[in-house]
């Protein structure tokens, strides 16, 4: 089943913790992308990546990395996590080589930092 | 991208039509309408997309009018679990680019029995 595979679900972690979390898709899409989700806020863009090892800022991107070493994974590193990188995020992906329009999106990691 | 305007919030009887509309009315001519959902806090599920012609796939169809400057995404037979946040947006990555998606508040569809 073609799909973009997060983890974990949930995660409670403590200030200054460094934590990683994984994104996974296994449809060949060269742009995966970031996004967290805040009341109120909607969907921001955190870093997106066109291809493997070009990645780029979205709108929010401090206090967060991304690296990009292979073309299946994305994930989002947080070096010293803060209260206010409290969440929900999101992993994305697409492919414009193939036609394919549409983001298909993973089911979500909520983090809450204490 | 453009500014989507959407209404907060509408209600539908199962089984009946279920029609959302947007307005676009800052749209660019190279900006596709795109239409997600998200239903709780599930990630966002792509429904359909459409430049300035009608479409329709096995989720749902899209009326784009002719200046673009609104649309109207249709559920044909809403049922329970149509219910969601439903995110209309403006998009310029219908050729070889990338856009951001821009998430607005979006319309919470409400379907009830």
């Known amino acids: 089943e073609a799909q973009v595979t997060q983890n974990p679900r949930y995660l409670i972690t403590v200030t200054g913790k460094k934590l990683t979390v994984t994104c996974s898709q296994n449809?060949?899409?060269?742009?995966m992308s970031w996004y967290r989700q805040d009341p109120g806020l909607g969907l921001r863009q955190i870093y997106y990546?066109?291809?493997?090892?070009?990645?780029d800022k979205g709108d929010v991107p401090e206090g967060y990395k991304v690296s990009r070493k292979e073309k299946r994974n994305f994930p989002l590193i947080l070096e010293s996590p803060s209260p206010n990188q409290t969440s929900l995020y999101f992993c994305?992906?697409?492919?414009?080589?193939?036609?394919?329009?549409?983001?298909?999106f993973g089911s979500g990691t909520r983090l809450t930092v204490v | 991208d453009a500014k989507t305007t959407q209404p907060t919030s509408m209600d539908c009887a199962e089984g009946r039509a279920a029609n959302l509309p947007c307005n676009h009315s800052?749209?660019?001519?190279?900006?596709?309408v795109y239409w997600y959902r998200q239903i709780h806090s599930q990630g966002p599920q792509y429904i359909i997309h459409?430049?300035?012609n009608n479409e329709t796939n096995e989720m749902a169809s899209l009326i784009i009018t002719e200046d673009r400057k609104s649309s109207t995404l249709i559920l044909p037979h809403a049922t329970l679990r149509d219910t969601a946040v439903y995110y209309c947006?403006?998009?310029?990555?219908?050729?070889?680019?990338?856009?951001?998606?821009?998430f607005g508040q979006g319309t919470i569809l409400t379907v009830h029995p």
């Open positions: 994305a992906s697409t492919s414009r080589i193939q036609a394919n329009y549409g983001y298909t």
């Open positions: 449809m060949n899409h060269e742009y």
């Open positions: 990546s066109m291809n493997v090892e070009v990645t």
């Open positions: 800052t749209i660019s001519g190279n900006e596709y």
């Open positions: 459409g430049l300035k």
């Open positions: 947006i403006g998009d310029n990555a219908g050729g070889t680019s990338y856009g951001k998606l821009t």
